[in-house]
Nanobody
Framework: QVQLVESGGGLVQAGGSLRLACAVS????????LRWYRQAPGKQRESVAS???????DYVDSVKGRFTISRDNAVNTVYLQMNSLAPEDTAVYYC?????????WGQGTQVTVSS
């Protein structure tokens, strides 16, 4: 079992920054892939960024150069640094962990970007 708890969401003006954090209930050394997803109203959930156990990262094109995913193994936390935020980044952001052939999800944190 893996529990994930996101934090750091909020309301920010366009051009601003936020850092999301996802606290994981077990050692993330054992997590194959950690991911951030988002779901905007009326849209499907989309993958935003991922980081593997060896530190390899991947991003959806729309956030490349603006978002950075990172992990701190010492505190079992994965982060999403979001810069140059735009209204289209408004969504509920979810953390996910791929572990033992399952994907675990957090409850989500709301990010709202005002124009």
């Amino acid at each position: 079992q893996v529990q994930l708890v996101e934090s750091g969401g909020g309301l920010v003006q366009a051009g601003g920054s936020l850092r999301l954090a996802c606290a994981v209930s077990r050692s993330i050394f054992s997590i194959n892939v950690l991911r951030w997803y988002r779901q905007a109203p009326g849209k499907q959930r989309e993958s935003v960024a991922s980081i593997t156990s060896d530190g390899s990262t991947d991003y959806v094109d729309s956030v490349k150069g603006r978002f950075t995913i990172s992990r701190d193994n010492a505190v079992n936390t994965v982060y999403l640094q979001m810069n140059s935020l735009a209204p289209e980044d408004t969504a509920v952001y979810y953390c996910a962990a791929d572990f033992s052939l399952r994907r675990y999800w957090g409850q989500g944190t709301q990010v709202t970007v005002s124009s």
